[in-house]
């Protein structure tokens, strides 16, 4: 910026300058920078839940039960589950949860689901973890979206919307909102953009499809679970750049590129000042209407509790289903051959099983996770990869996007998923064995 550039930024209230800097750097710091403690190292939002577990794991335990039993009941009260046939279903599957989450915390029912990698995977490996990171993440999240670092590095990625995506300079946002926020977030933003007539179709259907991927406290979770945390910033930076690249070839290929491209009222992407300063003008008007700090997170641990609500009897229901189908069925084994080509062309360790791992995406995002915990650093890192840049599942993603007015059908969403799966495979591979040779 010029002179006269700075001395328009300076002219704000310097306060919003100083919260712009400060609490943006709050939530870099919490959710970006590893620190070492108790001799571990990992980021300081991991250190919190890990201690709450290895200290209150009989609360933390208790806690997870009452939100699945929230989370399950949730549907009936607020009267949602009979807006539609896919909510009867999932409302059907969140009770299912609840069922299933009782059986595990009093240790009741058939012994098959006892075995370790059944329920009390799911309980104490998978549903406690979630259930406190979403809304301890939700809480450090409000400094990162809240306070006008989402309108600055949305303005800043201006320039790569269009010609990479396809998709309106403000469509920045929505990705941003959605792998610092989550999927939901994304997809309430793009319904609501879409709806006003800014998106065309294929627009909106780019963003649900490419964007809308699990959060970063998401991303913790799946690096916990595949033993990654300790090459954490390889593991999140180089499965957002993936994501993005995988999203920049599907708009270029069937389904997406054949949709209706004509928006109502199309964005005007032209600058008044220089896009660096207009950036910063931005980021601190967001910042001056913003809530006080307490409001925020007061408003941002509602809705990672919500979201934890929705999640965890869903884990529990189709986490179980598909864990049952991958050990007593040949079905993601069938489905696994259809990746298979890229796995052995990737040249990864157990090709098969990575593969096989893959496909069980489809029902639930953690499941590639839960069935590569136990494999090759290389293979994990590409499977961890996969669960997220995939985007679309069965268990969340899909009928959130169903929901919405986005005209996508269930069939042109499985043909993405495949792309974004296979894409996935062989751009995240090099990222895994660079992976493996850092830790040995």
């Known amino acids: ?55 209150q794991a009989g609360g933390a335990a208790v806690y997870a039960m009452l939100i699945i039993l929230a989370g399950g009941l949730y549907p009936f009260i607020r009267g949602t589950w009979r807006s539609s046939v896919t909510q009867m279903v999932f ?14 915390y009093f240790e009741f029912g058939p012994a098959l689901l006892f075995e370790k990698d059944m329920l009390p995977f799911l309980f104490n490996k998978l549903v406690i973890p979630v259930g406190l990171i979403v809304p301890l993440g939700a809480i450090f999240l409000a400094f990162l979206i809240s306070f006008g670092l989402l309108e600055l590095i949305g303005v800043l990625c201006q320039p790569v919307m269009r010609p990479l995506f396809k998709t309106p300079g403000k469509s920045a946002i929505d990705a ?49 679970t595949l033993g990654l945390m300790e090459i954490w910033n390889l593991f999140f930076w180089s499965t957002l750049l993936v994501t993005f690249v995988v999203t920049a070839i599907t708009v270029r290929i069937f389904p997406l590129s054949r949709m209706d491209d004509k928006a109502a009222s199309p964005e005007n992407e032209v600058l008044q000042h220089s896009r660096l300063k207009q950036a910063m003008l931005e980021g601190l008007e967001a910042n001056q209407r913003a809530l006080p700090l307490l409001f925020n997170i007061r408003g941002n641990l509602k809705e990672g509790v919500l979201m934890a609500m929705s999640i965890l009897p869903s884990i529990m229901s189709v986490g179980l289903i598909g864990l049952l189908l991958a050990k007593y069925t040949p079905l993601f084994d069938w489905m696994g051959y259809l990746f298979y080509p890229f796995t052995a062309l990737a040249q990864l360790p157990d090709p098969l099983l990575v593969a096989k791992a893959s496909a069980t995406g489809l029902a639930e995002m953690f499941l590639p996770a839960l069935l590569m915990a136990e494999g090759a650093v290389a293979a994990k890192f590409v499977t961890g990869s996969v669960a997220i840049s995939s985007i679309l599942f069965f268990s969340a993603s899909i009928p959130c996007i169903l929901s919405t ?8 969403m499985l ?6 799966v296979a894409l996935t495979i062989l751009l995240s591979a090099p990222f895994g064995f660079y992976a493996q040779s850092l830790v040995g």
């Open 1 to 55: 910026m010029n002179k006269n550039e700075v001395a328009g930024v300076m002219s704000f209230n310097p306060v919003s300058l100083l919260k712009l800097v400060l609490f943006s750097a709050v939530g870099i710091v919490f959710f970006f920078v590893p620190m070492e403690f108790g001799g571990k190292s990992t980021i300081p939002l991991d250190h919190i839940v890990s201690w709450i577990r290895a200290n």
């Open 91 to 104: 409302s059907g599957l969140k009770l299912s949860g609840v069922l299933v989450s009782l059986m595990a």
């Open 176 to 224: 941003v909102a959605s792998f610092v926020g989550s999927y939901s977030i994304g997809l309430l933003i793009t319904n609501r953009v879409y709806k006003s007539g800014q998106y065309s179709a294929k627009e909106a259907a780019i963003i649900a499809t490419g964007f809308s991927t699990v959060s970063a406290t998401f991303m913790v979770i799946v690096a916990k």
């Open 405 to 412: 007015e986005i005209p996508l059908t269930i069939s042109q």
């Open 415 to 420: 043909m993405i998923w495949y792309q974004r």
